[in-house]
Protein backbone atom coordinates (compact mmCIF):
# COMPACT_ATOMS: atom_id res chain seq x y z
CA UNK A 1 0.00 0.00 0.00
CA UNK A 2 2.19 3.35 1.27
CA UNK A 3 6.19 3.19 1.64
CA UNK A 4 6.00 2.98 5.75
CA UNK A 5 4.25 -0.54 4.98
CA UNK A 6 7.16 -2.02 7.25
CA UNK A 7 5.77 -0.57 10.30
CA UNK A 8 2.28 -1.71 10.65
CA UNK A 9 1.24 -3.22 13.70
CA UNK A 10 0.50 -6.92 14.09
CA UNK A 11 -3.88 -6.02 14.31
CA UNK A 12 -3.26 -4.77 10.51
CA UNK A 13 -2.71 -7.71 9.35
CA UNK A 14 -5.33 -10.15 11.10
CA UNK A 15 -7.97 -7.39 10.18
CA UNK A 16 -6.82 -7.34 6.41
CA UNK A 17 -7.05 -11.19 6.60
CA UNK A 18 -10.68 -10.48 8.02
CA UNK A 19 -11.62 -7.75 5.39
CA UNK A 20 -10.29 -10.25 2.62
CA UNK A 21 -12.81 -12.81 3.70
CA UNK A 22 -16.20 -9.91 3.97
CA UNK A 23 -14.89 -9.01 0.99
CA UNK A 24 -15.00 -13.16 -0.29
CA UNK A 25 -18.28 -13.65 1.85
CA UNK A 26 -20.01 -10.69 -0.44
CA UNK A 27 -18.75 -11.37 -4.06
CA UNK A 28 -17.95 -15.20 -3.64
CA UNK A 29 -21.83 -16.49 -4.58
CA UNK A 30 -22.76 -13.66 -6.64
CA UNK A 31 -20.00 -14.35 -8.85
CA UNK A 32 -21.09 -17.95 -8.64
CA UNK A 33 -24.55 -16.76 -10.34
CA UNK A 34 -22.94 -14.81 -12.64
CA UNK A 35 -21.07 -18.01 -14.12
CA UNK A 36 -24.04 -19.97 -14.05
CA UNK A 37 -25.76 -17.86 -15.90
CA UNK A 38 -23.76 -18.79 -19.24
CA UNK A 39 -24.59 -22.73 -18.35
CA UNK A 40 -25.17 -24.85 -21.58
CA UNK A 41 -28.58 -25.45 -22.79
CA UNK A 42 -29.30 -28.94 -20.66
CA UNK A 43 -27.31 -27.68 -17.87
CA UNK A 44 -29.28 -27.06 -14.73
CA UNK A 45 -28.58 -24.38 -11.72
CA UNK A 46 -26.35 -26.27 -9.91
CA UNK A 47 -22.27 -27.00 -11.17
CA UNK A 48 -20.97 -28.81 -13.06
CA UNK A 49 -21.27 -26.16 -16.16
CA UNK A 50 -22.46 -28.79 -19.21
CA UNK A 51 -21.37 -26.23 -21.95
CA UNK A 52 -20.66 -22.85 -22.31
CA UNK A 53 -23.54 -21.15 -24.09
CA UNK A 54 -25.96 -17.59 -24.26
CA UNK A 55 -28.85 -19.97 -24.26
CA UNK A 56 -30.37 -18.76 -20.59
CA UNK A 57 -30.20 -15.34 -21.88
CA UNK A 58 -32.27 -15.93 -24.83
CA UNK A 59 -34.52 -17.54 -23.14
CA UNK A 60 -35.24 -14.18 -21.11
CA UNK A 61 -36.14 -12.24 -24.16
CA UNK A 62 -37.78 -15.34 -26.02
CA UNK A 63 -39.44 -18.27 -24.10
CA UNK A 64 -43.19 -16.92 -22.79
CA UNK A 65 -43.51 -18.77 -19.64
CA UNK A 66 -40.61 -17.28 -17.73
CA UNK A 67 -43.14 -13.86 -18.06
CA UNK A 68 -42.91 -10.50 -19.94
CA UNK A 69 -39.14 -9.69 -18.55
CA UNK A 70 -38.25 -6.95 -21.36
CA UNK A 71 -41.28 -5.02 -20.59
CA UNK A 72 -41.08 -5.39 -16.48
CA UNK A 73 -37.30 -4.01 -17.30
CA UNK A 74 -38.62 -0.70 -19.41
CA UNK A 75 -40.87 -0.31 -16.66
CA UNK A 76 -38.55 -0.88 -13.59
CA UNK A 77 -36.18 1.60 -15.61
CA UNK A 78 -38.85 4.20 -16.26
CA UNK A 79 -40.54 4.41 -12.51
CA UNK A 80 -36.71 3.94 -11.33
CA UNK A 81 -36.42 7.13 -13.37
CA UNK A 82 -39.41 9.20 -12.37
CA UNK A 83 -38.44 8.22 -8.11
CA UNK A 84 -34.71 9.51 -8.52
CA UNK A 85 -36.19 12.37 -10.24
CA UNK A 86 -38.50 13.10 -7.49
CA UNK A 87 -36.38 12.12 -4.78
CA UNK A 88 -33.75 14.78 -5.68
CA UNK A 89 -36.15 17.59 -6.47
CA UNK A 90 -37.81 16.99 -3.16
CA UNK A 91 -35.58 16.06 -0.73
CA UNK A 92 -33.88 19.33 -1.74
CA UNK A 93 -36.34 21.33 -1.33
CA UNK A 94 -37.10 20.03 1.83
CA UNK A 95 -33.40 20.40 3.15
CA UNK A 96 -33.11 23.65 2.47
CA UNK A 97 -36.41 24.16 4.53
CA UNK A 98 -35.15 22.43 7.24
CA UNK A 99 -31.89 24.57 7.58
CA UNK A 100 -34.44 27.07 9.15
CA UNK A 101 -36.35 26.45 12.32
CA UNK A 102 -40.15 26.00 11.60
CA UNK A 103 -42.72 24.71 13.66
CA UNK A 104 -43.76 20.95 12.69
CA UNK A 105 -39.96 21.00 12.28
CA UNK A 106 -39.83 18.06 14.43
CA UNK A 107 -42.94 15.90 13.34
CA UNK A 108 -42.24 16.01 10.25
CA UNK A 109 -38.51 14.46 10.93
CA UNK A 110 -40.34 12.27 13.03
CA UNK A 111 -42.99 11.11 10.08
CA UNK A 112 -39.79 10.42 7.76
CA UNK A 113 -38.14 8.23 10.59
CA UNK A 114 -41.16 6.58 11.05
CA UNK A 115 -41.91 6.08 7.22
CA UNK A 116 -38.44 4.92 7.04
CA UNK A 117 -38.71 2.23 9.60
CA UNK A 118 -42.01 1.07 8.88
CA UNK A 119 -41.60 -2.43 7.28
CA UNK A 120 -42.35 -2.60 3.75
CA UNK A 121 -44.73 -4.98 3.15
CA UNK A 122 -47.03 -3.27 5.70
CA UNK A 123 -46.60 0.05 3.66
CA UNK A 124 -47.72 -2.12 0.24
CA UNK A 125 -50.58 -3.54 2.30
CA UNK A 126 -51.58 -0.19 3.68
CA UNK A 127 -52.00 1.72 0.24
CA UNK A 128 -53.43 -1.62 -1.17
CA UNK A 129 -56.21 -1.43 0.87
CA UNK A 130 -56.40 2.30 1.07
CA UNK A 131 -56.55 2.13 -3.26
CA UNK A 132 -59.69 -0.97 -2.34
CA UNK A 133 -61.78 1.45 -0.60
CA UNK A 134 -61.56 4.18 -2.74
CA UNK A 135 -62.36 1.69 -5.70
CA UNK A 136 -58.91 2.56 -7.37
CA UNK A 137 -56.88 0.54 -9.24
CA UNK A 138 -53.37 -0.26 -7.79
CA UNK A 139 -51.05 0.67 -10.71
CA UNK A 140 -47.07 0.96 -10.68
CA UNK A 141 -46.78 4.45 -11.65
CA UNK A 142 -49.64 5.64 -8.96
CA UNK A 143 -49.69 3.93 -5.58
CA UNK A 144 -46.37 2.00 -6.34
CA UNK A 145 -44.74 5.02 -7.33
CA UNK A 146 -46.25 6.67 -3.51
CA UNK A 147 -45.04 3.67 -2.01
CA UNK A 148 -41.48 3.35 -3.11
CA UNK A 149 -41.32 7.46 -2.22
CA UNK A 150 -42.06 6.45 1.46
CA UNK A 151 -38.74 4.85 1.50
CA UNK A 152 -36.67 7.08 -1.35
CA UNK A 153 -37.79 10.09 0.67
CA UNK A 154 -37.17 9.80 4.22
CA UNK A 155 -33.45 8.44 2.52
CA UNK A 156 -32.78 11.60 0.69
CA UNK A 157 -33.89 13.96 3.44
CA UNK A 158 -31.25 11.72 6.24
CA UNK A 159 -28.56 12.78 3.01
CA UNK A 160 -29.48 16.20 2.77
CA UNK A 161 -28.86 16.82 6.18
CA UNK A 162 -25.54 14.84 6.70
CA UNK A 163 -24.50 17.43 3.32
CA UNK A 164 -26.08 20.54 4.63
CA UNK A 165 -24.22 19.99 8.04
CA UNK A 166 -20.85 20.23 6.33
CA UNK A 167 -22.08 23.02 3.88
CA UNK A 168 -20.38 26.39 5.12
CA UNK A 169 -22.40 29.59 4.99
CA UNK A 170 -20.16 31.45 4.45
CA UNK A 171 -19.94 30.87 0.68
CA UNK A 172 -23.55 32.05 1.23
CA UNK A 173 -23.33 35.23 2.78
CA UNK A 174 -20.72 36.36 0.26
CA UNK A 175 -22.66 35.53 -2.72
CA UNK A 176 -25.53 37.36 -0.73
CA UNK A 177 -22.29 40.80 -0.03
CA UNK A 178 -21.48 40.54 -3.44
CA UNK A 179 -25.51 41.05 -4.10
CA UNK A 180 -26.83 38.48 -5.55
CA UNK A 181 -30.44 37.80 -5.63
CA UNK A 182 -31.71 34.75 -3.14
CA UNK A 183 -32.23 32.65 -6.82
CA UNK A 184 -28.59 33.57 -8.02
CA UNK A 185 -27.22 32.65 -4.46
CA UNK A 186 -28.66 29.20 -5.32
CA UNK A 187 -28.40 28.50 -8.92
CA UNK A 188 -24.83 29.59 -8.84
CA UNK A 189 -23.83 29.05 -5.48
CA UNK A 190 -25.45 26.67 -3.30
CA UNK A 191 -26.50 23.63 -5.80
CA UNK A 192 -23.03 23.78 -7.51
CA UNK A 193 -21.59 23.17 -4.25
CA UNK A 194 -24.08 20.05 -2.94
CA UNK A 195 -24.03 18.46 -6.69
CA UNK A 196 -22.25 15.53 -5.53
CA UNK A 197 -24.52 14.99 -2.50
CA UNK A 198 -27.43 15.42 -4.77
CA UNK A 199 -26.08 13.22 -7.64
CA UNK A 200 -25.65 10.85 -4.60
CA UNK A 201 -29.52 10.88 -3.53
CA UNK A 202 -30.01 10.37 -7.10
CA UNK A 203 -28.20 7.21 -7.35
CA UNK A 204 -29.67 6.50 -4.48
CA UNK A 205 -33.51 6.67 -5.37
CA UNK A 206 -32.86 4.99 -8.47
CA UNK A 207 -31.76 2.00 -7.35
CA UNK A 208 -33.61 1.90 -4.31
CA UNK A 209 -36.67 1.88 -6.35
CA UNK A 210 -34.97 -0.82 -9.25
CA UNK A 211 -34.54 -2.81 -6.97
CA UNK A 212 -37.55 -2.48 -4.35
CA UNK A 213 -39.57 -5.33 -3.77
CA UNK A 214 -41.74 -5.52 -0.77
CA UNK A 215 -43.06 -2.15 -1.36
CA UNK A 216 -43.96 -2.53 -5.08
CA UNK A 217 -45.52 -6.13 -4.02
CA UNK A 218 -49.24 -5.68 -3.05
CA UNK A 219 -49.15 -2.10 -4.84
CA UNK A 220 -48.00 -2.84 -8.95
CA UNK A 221 -51.07 -4.05 -10.13
CA UNK A 222 -51.25 -6.29 -12.97
CA UNK A 223 -48.18 -5.00 -14.70
CA UNK A 224 -45.23 -6.31 -12.72
CA UNK A 225 -41.58 -4.30 -12.15
CA UNK A 226 -38.45 -6.18 -12.79
CA UNK A 227 -38.24 -7.39 -8.89
CA UNK A 228 -41.29 -9.11 -8.83
CA UNK A 229 -41.07 -10.66 -12.09
CA UNK A 230 -38.09 -11.80 -10.29
CA UNK A 231 -39.77 -12.60 -7.61
CA UNK A 232 -42.34 -14.81 -9.83
CA UNK A 233 -39.37 -16.54 -10.91
CA UNK A 234 -38.05 -17.81 -7.99
CA UNK A 235 -40.84 -19.18 -6.28
CA UNK A 236 -42.50 -20.97 -9.85
CA UNK A 237 -39.15 -21.70 -11.98
CA UNK A 238 -35.56 -23.04 -10.84
CA UNK A 239 -33.59 -22.72 -14.19
CA UNK A 240 -30.55 -20.79 -14.79
CA UNK A 241 -32.72 -18.37 -16.82
CA UNK A 242 -33.32 -16.87 -13.12
CA UNK A 243 -29.34 -16.39 -12.88
CA UNK A 244 -28.83 -14.90 -16.00
CA UNK A 245 -31.97 -12.39 -14.86
CA UNK A 246 -29.54 -11.63 -12.23
CA UNK A 247 -26.28 -11.09 -14.40
CA UNK A 248 -28.67 -8.67 -16.86
CA UNK A 249 -29.87 -6.48 -13.79
CA UNK A 250 -26.30 -6.34 -12.27
CA UNK A 251 -24.99 -5.10 -15.17
CA UNK A 252 -27.61 -2.23 -15.24
CA UNK A 253 -27.18 -1.44 -11.85
CA UNK A 254 -23.37 -1.41 -11.82
CA UNK A 255 -23.96 0.82 -15.59
CA UNK A 256 -25.46 3.23 -13.25
CA UNK A 257 -23.48 3.15 -10.16
CA UNK A 258 -20.70 3.74 -13.01
CA UNK A 259 -22.29 6.63 -14.47
CA UNK A 260 -22.82 8.41 -11.03
CA UNK A 261 -19.68 8.35 -9.86
CA UNK A 262 -18.13 9.14 -12.95
CA UNK A 263 -20.23 12.45 -12.55
CA UNK A 264 -19.16 12.97 -9.51
CA UNK A 265 -15.56 12.11 -10.35
CA UNK A 266 -16.13 14.97 -12.74
CA UNK A 267 -17.61 17.73 -10.67
CA UNK A 268 -15.16 16.74 -8.05
CA UNK A 269 -12.06 17.56 -10.84
CA UNK A 270 -13.71 20.33 -12.51
CA UNK A 271 -14.03 22.18 -8.82
CA UNK A 272 -10.21 21.32 -7.92
CA UNK A 273 -8.97 22.28 -11.25
CA UNK A 274 -10.57 25.41 -11.17
CA UNK A 275 -9.11 26.94 -7.85
CA UNK A 276 -5.97 26.40 -10.04
CA UNK A 277 -6.55 28.51 -12.45
CA UNK B 1 -44.98 40.23 -0.78
CA UNK B 2 -42.17 38.63 1.99
CA UNK B 3 -43.49 35.70 3.37
CA UNK B 4 -42.21 35.31 6.53
CA UNK B 5 -39.37 32.65 6.98
CA UNK B 6 -41.25 29.61 8.55
CA UNK B 7 -43.66 29.99 5.38
CA UNK B 8 -40.75 29.42 3.13
CA UNK B 9 -39.79 26.84 4.97
CA UNK B 10 -43.46 24.48 4.88
CA UNK B 11 -43.62 25.45 0.95
CA UNK B 12 -40.23 23.47 0.85
CA UNK B 13 -41.09 20.52 3.07
CA UNK B 14 -44.78 20.60 1.73
CA UNK B 15 -44.06 18.01 -0.93
CA UNK B 16 -42.38 15.61 1.12
CA UNK B 17 -44.74 16.42 4.00
CA UNK B 18 -48.01 16.01 1.63
CA UNK B 19 -46.22 12.20 0.07
CA UNK B 20 -45.54 11.19 3.36
CA UNK B 21 -48.96 12.15 4.72
CA UNK B 22 -50.87 10.36 1.53
CA UNK B 23 -48.25 7.14 0.95
CA UNK B 24 -47.57 6.44 4.85
CA UNK B 25 -49.63 8.28 7.45
CA UNK B 26 -53.00 7.69 6.13
CA UNK B 27 -52.50 4.24 5.01
CA UNK B 28 -50.68 3.52 8.36
CA UNK B 29 -53.89 4.84 10.21
CA UNK B 30 -55.94 2.56 7.78
CA UNK B 31 -54.51 -0.86 8.75
CA UNK B 32 -55.19 0.65 12.46
CA UNK B 33 -58.83 0.73 11.34
CA UNK B 34 -59.44 -2.51 9.65
CA UNK B 35 -57.80 -4.27 12.30
CA UNK B 36 -60.69 -3.65 14.65
CA UNK B 37 -63.47 -4.59 11.35
CA UNK B 38 -64.87 -7.44 10.94
CA UNK B 39 -64.60 -9.94 8.00
CA UNK B 40 -65.93 -12.78 6.17
CA UNK B 41 -64.97 -14.16 3.40
CA UNK B 42 -62.45 -11.47 2.01
CA UNK B 43 -65.19 -8.80 2.87
CA UNK B 44 -64.93 -6.34 5.38
CA UNK B 45 -67.46 -5.30 7.41
CA UNK B 46 -67.20 -2.13 9.54
CA UNK B 47 -67.25 -2.42 13.08
CA UNK B 48 -65.40 -2.06 16.18
CA UNK B 49 -64.43 -5.21 17.77
CA UNK B 50 -61.02 -7.14 18.98
CA UNK B 51 -61.69 -10.21 17.88
CA UNK B 52 -58.31 -10.13 15.47
CA UNK B 53 -56.11 -8.88 19.03
CA UNK B 54 -57.58 -11.52 20.85
CA UNK B 55 -56.56 -14.21 17.93
CA UNK B 56 -53.04 -12.43 18.11
CA UNK B 57 -52.48 -12.69 22.00
CA UNK B 58 -54.24 -16.14 22.47
CA UNK B 59 -52.57 -17.70 19.49
CA UNK B 60 -49.26 -19.59 20.77
CA UNK B 61 -48.24 -19.35 17.03
CA UNK B 62 -47.60 -15.86 17.51
CA UNK B 63 -45.23 -16.16 20.57
CA UNK B 64 -43.57 -18.34 18.49
CA UNK B 65 -43.38 -16.09 15.57
CA UNK B 66 -41.96 -13.14 17.84
CA UNK B 67 -39.38 -15.46 19.44
CA UNK B 68 -38.14 -16.33 15.43
CA UNK B 69 -38.13 -13.01 14.21
CA UNK B 70 -36.05 -11.36 17.52
CA UNK B 71 -33.77 -14.33 17.73
CA UNK B 72 -32.75 -13.75 14.02
CA UNK B 73 -32.56 -10.09 14.49
CA UNK B 74 -30.64 -10.71 17.37
CA UNK B 75 -27.97 -12.74 16.28
CA UNK B 76 -28.10 -10.79 12.78
CA UNK B 77 -27.61 -7.72 14.76
CA UNK B 78 -24.52 -9.00 16.85
CA UNK B 79 -22.70 -10.44 13.86
CA UNK B 80 -23.23 -7.49 11.70
CA UNK B 81 -21.91 -5.17 14.58
CA UNK B 82 -18.70 -6.81 15.25
CA UNK B 83 -18.49 -7.19 11.19
CA UNK B 84 -19.51 -3.30 10.34
CA UNK B 85 -17.30 -2.35 13.75
CA UNK B 86 -14.34 -4.16 12.45
CA UNK B 87 -14.62 -3.61 8.62
CA UNK B 88 -15.01 -0.08 9.24
CA UNK B 89 -12.03 0.25 11.67
CA UNK B 90 -9.85 -1.25 9.57
CA UNK B 91 -10.94 0.98 6.53
CA UNK B 92 -10.90 4.19 8.52
CA UNK B 93 -7.49 3.53 10.74
CA UNK B 94 -5.31 1.30 9.14
CA UNK B 95 -5.40 2.05 5.23
CA UNK B 96 -3.53 5.39 5.31
CA UNK B 97 -3.56 5.83 1.45
CA UNK B 98 -6.89 7.74 0.07
CA UNK B 99 -7.18 5.78 -3.41
CA UNK B 100 -6.93 2.55 -1.27
CA UNK B 101 -9.16 3.48 1.04
CA UNK B 102 -11.93 4.94 -1.58
CA UNK B 103 -11.61 1.76 -3.65
CA UNK B 104 -11.83 -0.64 -0.47
CA UNK B 105 -15.06 1.49 0.37
CA UNK B 106 -16.43 0.87 -2.84
CA UNK B 107 -15.83 -2.39 -3.49
CA UNK B 108 -17.60 -3.09 -0.13
CA UNK B 109 -21.02 -0.43 -0.77
CA UNK B 110 -21.29 -1.71 -4.15
CA UNK B 111 -23.58 -4.74 -4.01
CA UNK B 112 -25.93 -2.70 -1.52
CA UNK B 113 -26.81 -1.03 -5.40
CA UNK B 114 -27.71 -4.30 -6.15
CA UNK B 115 -30.67 -6.33 -5.92
CA UNK B 116 -31.23 -8.34 -3.03
CA UNK B 117 -33.40 -10.89 -4.21
CA UNK B 118 -30.48 -11.64 -6.93
CA UNK B 119 -27.83 -11.38 -3.64
CA UNK B 120 -30.12 -13.91 -1.81
CA UNK B 121 -30.65 -16.13 -4.72
CA UNK B 122 -27.30 -16.09 -5.32
CA UNK B 123 -26.86 -18.57 -2.00
CA UNK B 124 -28.56 -20.75 -3.63
CA UNK B 125 -26.22 -22.83 -5.76
CA UNK B 126 -23.13 -22.26 -3.31
CA UNK B 127 -24.95 -23.29 -0.15
CA UNK B 128 -27.38 -26.36 -1.78
CA UNK B 129 -26.37 -29.96 -1.44
CA UNK B 130 -25.07 -30.22 -4.60
CA UNK B 131 -23.39 -26.85 -4.20
CA UNK B 132 -20.00 -25.47 -4.39
CA UNK B 133 -19.48 -25.40 -0.62
CA UNK B 134 -20.51 -28.78 -0.54
CA UNK B 135 -18.41 -30.17 -3.15
CA UNK B 136 -15.31 -28.51 -2.37
CA UNK B 137 -15.63 -29.92 1.40
CA UNK B 138 -15.46 -33.56 -0.46
CA UNK B 139 -13.17 -32.86 -2.93
CA UNK B 140 -10.60 -31.96 0.24
CA UNK B 141 -12.10 -34.83 1.93
CA UNK B 142 -12.87 -32.91 4.69
CA UNK B 143 -16.72 -34.35 4.97
CA UNK B 144 -17.64 -37.91 3.21
CA UNK B 145 -21.50 -36.73 3.18
CA UNK B 146 -22.64 -33.34 2.05
CA UNK B 147 -23.62 -30.79 4.87
CA UNK B 148 -27.70 -30.76 4.48
CA UNK B 149 -27.86 -27.59 6.95
CA UNK B 150 -26.07 -24.98 4.57
CA UNK B 151 -29.59 -24.88 2.57
CA UNK B 152 -33.21 -24.09 3.22
CA UNK B 153 -32.23 -23.81 7.07
CA UNK B 154 -32.04 -21.21 9.51
CA UNK B 155 -28.72 -21.27 8.80
CA UNK B 156 -29.02 -20.39 5.24
CA UNK B 157 -31.58 -17.29 6.23
CA UNK B 158 -29.05 -15.63 8.83
CA UNK B 159 -26.55 -16.20 6.59
CA UNK B 160 -28.76 -14.04 3.88
CA UNK B 161 -29.11 -11.67 6.30
CA UNK B 162 -25.89 -10.99 7.06
CA UNK B 163 -24.25 -10.41 3.76
CA UNK B 164 -27.50 -8.36 3.00
CA UNK B 165 -27.47 -5.86 5.99
CA UNK B 166 -23.76 -5.98 7.07
CA UNK B 167 -23.25 -2.58 4.93
CA UNK B 168 -26.35 -0.99 5.82
CA UNK B 169 -24.63 -1.40 9.92
CA UNK B 170 -20.87 -0.50 8.32
CA UNK B 171 -21.62 2.28 6.08
CA UNK B 172 -22.68 5.11 9.11
CA UNK B 173 -20.35 3.42 11.83
CA UNK B 174 -17.48 4.21 9.11
CA UNK B 175 -19.31 7.70 8.42
CA UNK B 176 -18.86 8.15 12.20
CA UNK B 177 -15.54 6.56 12.78
CA UNK B 178 -14.23 9.12 9.51
CA UNK B 179 -15.20 12.15 11.79
CA UNK B 180 -13.13 11.67 14.33
CA UNK B 181 -9.70 13.73 15.48
CA UNK B 182 -6.77 11.27 14.53
CA UNK B 183 -5.18 13.50 17.20
CA UNK B 184 -7.44 12.45 19.93
CA UNK B 185 -5.86 8.65 18.77
CA UNK B 186 -2.28 10.16 18.78
CA UNK B 187 -2.59 11.52 22.38
CA UNK B 188 -4.16 8.22 23.76
CA UNK B 189 -1.42 6.18 21.99
CA UNK B 190 1.10 8.82 23.45
CA UNK B 191 -0.23 9.02 27.11
CA UNK B 192 0.30 5.27 26.45
CA UNK B 193 -3.38 4.23 26.17
CA UNK B 194 -2.94 -0.14 25.35
CA UNK B 195 -4.53 -0.35 21.89
CA UNK B 196 -7.58 -1.78 23.08
CA UNK B 197 -8.56 1.11 25.66
CA UNK B 198 -8.71 3.54 22.71
CA UNK B 199 -11.29 1.28 21.28
CA UNK B 200 -13.33 1.08 24.01
CA UNK B 201 -12.64 4.54 25.37
CA UNK B 202 -12.44 6.38 22.02
CA UNK B 203 -13.75 4.79 18.97
CA UNK B 204 -16.62 3.22 19.79
CA UNK B 205 -18.30 6.13 22.24
CA UNK B 206 -17.14 8.34 18.96
CA UNK B 207 -18.78 6.15 16.79
CA UNK B 208 -21.96 6.28 18.57
CA UNK B 209 -24.18 7.53 16.20
CA UNK B 210 -23.35 5.76 13.34
CA UNK B 211 -24.37 2.54 15.13
CA UNK B 212 -27.63 3.64 16.00
CA UNK B 213 -28.43 4.40 12.58
CA UNK B 214 -26.61 1.31 11.72
CA UNK B 215 -28.31 -0.72 14.28
CA UNK B 216 -31.88 0.97 13.14
CA UNK B 217 -31.71 0.00 9.35
CA UNK B 218 -30.43 -3.33 10.34
CA UNK B 219 -33.29 -4.36 12.88
CA UNK B 220 -36.11 -3.07 10.79
CA UNK B 221 -34.76 -5.01 7.64
CA UNK B 222 -34.78 -7.94 9.94
CA UNK B 223 -37.80 -7.36 11.47
CA UNK B 224 -39.46 -6.82 8.53
CA UNK B 225 -38.43 -9.30 6.41
CA UNK B 226 -40.72 -11.62 4.79
CA UNK B 227 -39.28 -12.90 1.60
CA UNK B 228 -35.78 -14.07 2.27
CA UNK B 229 -37.02 -16.52 5.48
CA UNK B 230 -39.70 -17.54 2.51
CA UNK B 231 -36.80 -19.09 0.37
CA UNK B 232 -34.16 -19.61 2.62
CA UNK B 233 -35.65 -21.23 5.35
CA UNK B 234 -37.35 -23.14 2.63
CA UNK B 235 -40.50 -22.12 3.75
CA UNK B 236 -39.56 -23.82 6.83
CA UNK B 237 -39.19 -21.31 9.07
CA UNK B 238 -41.54 -18.23 9.39
CA UNK B 239 -41.41 -14.46 10.90
CA UNK B 240 -44.25 -12.09 12.05
CA UNK B 241 -44.26 -10.74 8.30
CA UNK B 242 -43.80 -13.92 6.94
CA UNK B 243 -47.32 -14.90 8.55
CA UNK B 244 -48.67 -11.92 7.38
CA UNK B 245 -48.19 -11.96 4.09
CA UNK B 246 -49.34 -15.80 4.03
CA UNK B 247 -52.65 -13.72 5.97
CA UNK B 248 -52.92 -11.01 3.24
CA UNK B 249 -52.48 -13.29 0.44
CA UNK B 250 -55.75 -15.19 1.94
CA UNK B 251 -57.42 -12.41 1.90
CA UNK B 252 -57.60 -12.11 6.27
CA UNK B 253 -57.20 -8.48 6.34
CA UNK B 254 -58.06 -7.59 9.54
CA UNK B 255 -56.07 -10.15 11.49
CA UNK B 256 -53.40 -9.62 9.30
CA UNK B 257 -53.87 -5.43 9.77
CA UNK B 258 -53.92 -6.45 14.03
CA UNK B 259 -50.98 -8.35 13.50
CA UNK B 260 -49.26 -5.43 11.81
CA UNK B 261 -50.68 -2.81 14.57
CA UNK B 262 -48.54 -4.88 17.00
CA UNK B 263 -45.46 -5.22 14.91
CA UNK B 264 -45.21 -1.54 14.23
CA UNK B 265 -45.41 -1.00 18.40
CA UNK B 266 -42.86 -3.35 18.92
CA UNK B 267 -40.39 -1.82 15.90
CA UNK B 268 -41.22 1.90 17.10
CA UNK B 269 -40.50 0.79 21.04
CA UNK B 270 -37.12 -0.69 19.16
CA UNK B 271 -36.02 2.14 17.59
CA UNK B 272 -37.50 4.81 20.08
CA UNK B 273 -35.27 2.91 22.51
CA UNK B 274 -32.04 3.64 20.24
CA UNK B 275 -33.23 6.90 19.70
CA UNK B 276 -32.91 7.67 23.26
CA UNK B 277 -29.46 7.12 23.79
CA UNK B 278 -28.53 8.79 20.69
CA UNK B 279 -30.31 12.06 19.02
CA UNK B 280 -29.80 11.26 15.56
CA UNK B 281 -31.14 14.38 14.13
CA UNK B 282 -28.59 16.45 16.05
CA UNK B 283 -25.71 14.52 15.71
CA UNK B 284 -26.07 14.13 11.75
CA UNK B 285 -26.24 17.92 11.23
CA UNK B 286 -23.30 18.46 13.58
Known sequence: MSASDNSRPWTFYILSIIVAFFLLFLYGPMLVIYILSFQGDTGGVTFPMTGLSLHWFQALFTQEQIGDVPEAFERSFLLAAIVATATVVLSVMAGLGFRRRFPGAAILFYLAIASLIMPGLLVSFGIALGFQLLGLDVNWFTSALGAQLTWTLPFGLLIMFAVFGRFNRSYEEAATDLGATSWQRLRYVTLPILLPGIIGVGLFGFTLSYDEFPRTLLTAGSKNTLPLEIWALTTNDTSPALFALGTVTTIISFVVIGVSLTAIAVVRRRRSGGRQH | ?286
Open chain 2, 1 to 286: MKLPTYAVSWLQVGPVALILILFFGLPTLLIAVISVFDYDHGQLFPAFIFDSYRDVFTDAVTVRLYLTTLGFAAVVWTVTFILGFTVSYFLVFHVHSTVWRTVLFLLCSIPFWTSNIIRMIAWIPFLGTNGLFNQVLLKFGVIHQPLEFLLFSNFAVIIAYINLFTLMMMVPIANAMGRIDPRLIEAAWDAGAPRWRIITDIVLPLSKTGIALGSIFVLTQAMGDFYVVKIMSGSQSATVVSALSTEISGLQYPPAAASSVILVLVVTAMVAAILRVVDIRKELAS
